[in-house]
């Protein structure tokens, strides 16, 4: 289930979490667990998860990554960042996006 290259991700993200967002080592790799957990869920299908916007509230949200589930891809590739996680919300139809670091529990 779990990779060198899943490992290698959780500890990649978690360095992140503490140089960029300020988090304690263990907060980091509690936050970069669950980021890695979710996106092996959502490739697999359709998750609901939660997170906290920019302006403080907690959305409720149910995505996926699924090949199987996702629209035509159309358009030109955007630059890859690492500090965002993108997801084909299910319930509006389209894609969103949201920080890592404000995955909820």
């Known amino acids: 289930m779990f990779t060198t290259s899943n490992l ?7 360095w992140q979490f503490v ?20 996106q092996m869920e959502m490739k697999k299908g ?3 998860f939660y997170f906290q916007k920019v302006d403080g509230s907690i959305r409720e949200a149910y ?14 590739e955007k630059k890859q960042n690492d500090t ?6 299910t ?7 949201f920080k890592k670091a404000n995955l909820a529990a």
């Open 19 to 38: 140089k960029r967002n300020g988090l304690t080592m263990s907060e980091a790799l509690k936050t970069a667990w669950r980021n890695v957990k979710l």
């Open 91 to 97: 319930e509006v139809q389209e894609f969103r996006c």
């Open 63 to 76: 995505g996926t990554l699924n090949e199987n589930l996702l629209p035509e891809a159309k358009g030109s």
């Open 84 to 89: 965002i996680q993108t997801y084909f919300d």
């Open 46 to 48: 359709i998750v609901k």
């Open 8 to 14: 290698r991700s959780v500890m990649q993200l978690a």
